[in-house]
């Protein structure tokens, strides 16, 4: 097995198009999350404890070859999550801050700087949120058993 991944395992619940909704919510990511100095991916499963995998093949066959009920296990590499990381907390802040920083040295006011802060923040996450929208195949899981 790949020591660059994430390895979890699920119940399947259901069957769609894009693939297998496979339960997470019972399972700790990872040797770290069960100890409470984790990776953040348990957080992620309690949050939303579902997750689509597509498992190749013709939707069809899903039922046969993973039938409701029986246990898979899925991966995600840690380059993905920490990508993932990137651009979901680091990339709006980095924007702001900067964003920020340049109205405050043009002689900006502590009110106005504030306040661009949090529609600069609030903005830039909402931009990412419709960039990412169409390239989201790239961290989805995949299925390894």
């Keep these: 097995m790949d020591c660059n991944a994430i390895v979890r395992s699920g119940t399947v619940i259901a069957h769609s198009g894009a693939g297998l909704v496979v339960d997470v919510s019972s399972n700790v990511a990872c040797q770290q999350c069960a100890e409470g100095r984790g990776c953040g991916a348990g957080l992620l499963a309690r949050r939303q404890p579902r997750t689509v995998i597509d498992p190749g093949g013709l939707p069809s066959q899903y039922s046969s070859l993973y039938p409701i009920g029986s246990s898979v296990s899925f ?59 169409g390239r989201v195949e790239r961290f989805r899981p995949r299925l390894v058993s």
């Design 75 to 133: 991966t995600v590499t840690k380059s993905d999550v920490s990508i993932l990381a990137l651009l979901v907390y680091a990339l709006p802040l980095l924007f702001t801050i900067i964003i920020t920083g340049t109205a405050s040295g043009m002689g900006a006011s502590d009110g106005v700087c504030a306040m661009l802060f949090f529609s600069t923040l609030i903005g830039s996450v909402v931009i990412l949120k419709y960039l990412l929208r």
